[in-house]
């Protein structure tokens, strides 16, 4: 598969929740959970989110360096942040655009063009993740993470295109609509089979736990 790998990483609450029902901003994790994200996030060369996930925080995470006498800084290497989104109605308030990081945009939206909003590259989406993804990775991204919304992680599998999930799972029962995969109202079933196996379990503390699942090599 020539397309860059991809890796689902999401902190969710027991009931798949990765949002409070208000909707909004949301830290579901703990900050355990924030050193294993710089970790992951240090090994991608980008990451890509919706733009309902852009709209609640108006901002990327920043990857840090952490020392070993307790200093954090923030990475001078930061990985290229893409956007999804079909709208082009974007705030140049956001802290976002101030943010120390190159962003693209992935748009089907030809006809409007961006007015004094900082995006390097935009990339135009074709009929499947997959045929996009192509051009995405002859720009040079071989890793990519995907960060959220649901709608955009629903896309992904949907074309089975996932090759990893890192998930935080932080010990809340939340209820409301937002759970990291959307509920739809058909019978289809993704993936029946276990096609999941563990790489690695980490304890965080405070009843937290972190899964690194991996697609099984046979599968691909």
Sequence with gaps: MNIPSIAIIIASSLDGRIAFPSGGESHLASNKDKRILDENLSNVDATIFGLGTLKAHQSTYLVKVHSENGVIK???????????????????DWSYFKQPV????????????????????????KKTWKQTLLSVKKSGINRLALLGGAKLINSFIKEDLINEIKITIAPRIIGGKYTWIPTEQTNKIFNLKQLWEIKSIKELGANEIHIHYTRKVEDY
Excluded at 74 to 92: E, L
């Design 102 to 125: 190159k962003r693209w945009l992935i748009s089907s939206n030809k006809n409007k063009k961006l007015k004094n909003i900082d995006f390097e590259k935009e990339i135009y989406y």
């Design 74 to 92: 923030i990475s001078k290497n930061q990985p290229i942040s893409i956007v999804a989104s079909n709208s082009k109605k974007f705030s140049k």
